[in-house]
Each structure stands twice: as C-alpha cells, then as structure tokens.
C-alpha cells in the first residue's frame, strides 16, 4: 500500500517530518537523564484520516486511518555527540462499511454504497475491520537534511532468502 498510494507516503511522511524534532528532544532529555547511557523511547503519532490516491486502493478501501509507532533510540556517538535514530512503521486501519449517500463511479455505472448495503443484508456481502503495519523503516533522526526511506523505490539489500535476488529461489 505504501509502494502504491501516495497519499498514504505523503501523510506518513509528513507524520515524521511534523513529530521528529519533539521525538528527537524527548529520547536527548531521556539520553542527558540516564548519564550518557543509551535510550530508547517509544514513540506514536496521533492519527489522520486520508483518501487513497491510487485507483485500486481506492475502489478497495476508499479511506482509511493512519499513524506511526517506533522507538526513537539514542546511542553515545563516536566523536562524543549523540546519535539519534528512530525505527518505525506505518499503521493503516478501516471499518470497511457502507455509508448512507456514498458512491463511486466503476466505468459506465454508479456503484453506490446502498448497492452494496443490500448485498450485506441478503448475506452476499458483509463489512469488515481492515488493518495492517508496513515494514519496519530505519531514519536519522540526526542528520539534516536527513532523507526518508521512498517505500515506492525499495531498495536491493534483501537477504539469500529473497526471492527476487540474483533469481535464486532456494
């Protein structure tokens, strides 16, 4: 969902963009309390509400809830500063239901959600909860301008156990 939406990367991103300087100065008071001793706080983001962006996503889901939990851990760095990171993952969450007065267009027709309500109550169908985290992600906290992990441009750095690496399927 992340490699897909962009509605769903610019809210988390934006998430960590908005929160990471108080993340970053509780873990440094947590870090000076404990003597120089690593730390590691938990951390969590409020959540928001966002429409999917991509086609798919949005005729499967719609709208959804997201936030962001991690810890943000702070470690005596080399040349005698701090060094601060945050491991973290994006939650997304959703009653998928029908409601009063909604529709979607799907090609020529008008799909509404009383359609899909009456599929509920004669049993062809029925609402459920959707819920789901991403991959755990790994961030500087220290750096500046630091980059955020792209979940749109996944790296190479899958282990033998890759499926898709060298074409190896053992």
Same mark, same amino acid.
């Given at each position: 969902m992340l490699t897909d939406d962009e509605s769903l990367r610019l809210a988390s991103q934006g998430t960590i963009t908005g929160q990471q300087e108080q993340w970053k100065q509780q873990a440094l008071a947590a870090f000076e309390k404990s003597g120089g001793k690593p730390v590691s706080i938990p951390v969590e983001?409020?959540?928001q509400g966002y429409t999917h962006?991509?086609?798919n996503w949005y005729l499967a *889901?719609?709208?959804a809830t997201?936030? !962001? !939990? $991690?810890? *943000? !851990? *702070? !470690?005596? $760095?080399? &040349? $005698? =500063?701090p060094k601060v990171s945050l491991d973290y993952?994006?939650?997304v969450w959703d009653r998928y239901n029908w409601d009063p007065g909604k529709s979607t267009p799907i090609g020529p027709t008008e799909v509404t959600d009383a359609d899909m309500a009456r599929l509920h109550t004669t049993g062809l169908a029925?609402?459920? &909860?959707?819920?789901g985290s991403g991959s755990v992600q790994h961030y500087d906290l220290g750096s500046s301008?630091? =980059?955020l992990p792209d979940p749109a441009e996944p790296g190479r750095d899958g282990t033998r156990t890759d499926l898709g690496?060298? $074409? &190896?399927?053992?």
């Open positions: 983001s409020p959540p962006s991509d086609r *889901v719609g709208s997201t936030n !962001t !939990t $991690g810890v *943000v !851990t *702070v !470690t005596p $760095g080399t &040349d $005698g =500063k993952q994006v939650n029925r609402e459920f &909860d959707m819920r301008p630091a =980059k690496r060298n $074409g &190896d399927a053992r």
